[in-house]
């Protein structure tokens, strides 16, 4: 089933959930902006209340939606089904994509023709643009996913639109949190060809408000978990250690210096760039969550 079929596709459809974050909402949409491909910009705003809506609407760059919705996911589902791009991808108010990210991801995908999902690499930052951690990633391991946490982060996850048109995998919206890492799950048992981008994509702000790494995200993670086989769950420890082994010879703890370059609070108009010196995967604030 094809959602558009009386439009010509163009590159890409970046979808981005909307909800009182007015501020972050600007860096991002300023980030989508300057990429330099063909793409559309649907943010599906859930009537915000802070102001957002005083300028949203009439901001050229993106196509924009308010309406009542049921969550993150549904409003993410209620952006695919407006979209036309030949790509997909889902960046959320508080993420930006680096600069070129997505020619490079289009340059990926055309070399690439049998893989439909694209994990890139991200950098988490706090919220003036500083480098907290870099997050490298690979083709996630199902059942590490349903016991522990999905290693990969929305904000460089990239899929061709055959993934909704022809089979039609929407995010659950049962879900609030972890829908991503059940929409995963659910593309491997579908059997979709995933790869990895080594390359950093996007960034994470680590806003100190994020709801992924709330207390609502750990009970729901756990939920997700007590639907894995009960092997798995017993086996729990030894997958987590798999995982950390796998990412140590694929090389995911080392990295050289490196610069990027994102729109900030102070800079919301033109991107800064920043050194990282001595680049880390320990996300230091956060060594007692879950997820990472």
Not at 199 to 220: M, V, W
């Amino acid at each position: 089933m094809r959602w558009k079929s009386d439009e010509v596709l163009m590159r890409f459809s970046v979808i981005t959930p909307s909800f009182r974050s007015s501020a972050w909402l600007k860096l991002c949409i300023a980030s989508v902006a300057d990429q330099g491909v063909e793409l559309e910009h649907i943010v599906q705003d859930g009537l915000s209340d802070d102001g957002t809506l005083d300028w949203l609407m009439s901001d050229r760059r993106v196509k924009a939606w308010a309406e009542k919705d049921g969550g993150m996911y549904d409003a993410v589902n209620r952006g695919l089904k407006k979209s036309s791009g030949e790509y997909l991808a889902y960046l959320n108010c508080d993420e930006q994509y680096l600069p070129g990210t997505l020619q490079a991801v289009a340059g990926h995908f055309d070399r690439h023709p049998g893989t439909d999902v694209l994990f890139g690499d991200s950098l988490v930052v706090d919220a003036k643009g500083e480098c907290l951690c870099y997050r490298k990633v690979q083709v996630p391991f199902k059942y590490h996913t349903l016991v522990s946490h999905l290693q990969t982060f929305t904000c460089s996850t990239f899929f061709r639109r055959k993934i909704i048109d022809e089979h039609g995998l929407f995010f659950d919206t049962k879900w609030r949190v972890v829908g991503d890492a059940d929409w995963v799950t659910r593309l491997q048992r579908a059997g979709i060809r995933m790869g990895v981008f080594r390359r950093f994509t996007s960034t994470f702000t680590d806003t100190g408000e994020n709801l992924c790494l709330s207390a609502e995200a750990i009970s729901e993670q756990q939920l997700l978990s007590d639907s894995a086989p009960i092997w798995a769950r017993k086996l729990d420890f030894a997958i987590v250690w798999h995982h950390r082994l796998r990412r140590l010879f694929g090389g995911i703890y080392r990295q050289k210096a490196f610069d990027y370059a994102i729109y900030t609070p102070a800079s919301p108009d033109q991107r800064v760039t920043h050194h990282v010196e001595h680049p880390t995967f320990v996300w230091k604030s956060r060594l007692k969550s879950p997820f990472v």
